[in-house]
């Protein structure tokens, strides 16, 4: 059964982005952080799609 994506409401920091992507794909919260960290460092529009996340997908 796939999980769904959703934002958890244990395990935030900030808005529950990155913890609800680390279930989503079986990895672990602070190593989508981790990830999500150094994505910022490059150019593109990480932070705009955080944004995004965080408004359109739900909580648990």
Do not use: H, K
């Not at 992507?21 to 799609?49: D, E, K, W, Y």
């Not at 955080?50 to 909580?59: G, K």
């Amino acid at each position: 059964m796939a999980r769904r994506l959703a934002r958890p409401r244990d395990d935030r920091w900030i808005a529950g982005v990155c913890a609800g992507l680390a279930r989503r794909f079986g990895i672990g919260s602070g190593t989508m952080r981790l990830i999500f960290i150094v994505s910022c460092l490059l150019p593109g529009p990480q932070f705009l799609i955080y944004l995004i996340l965080w408004v359109m997908l739900p909580n648990e």
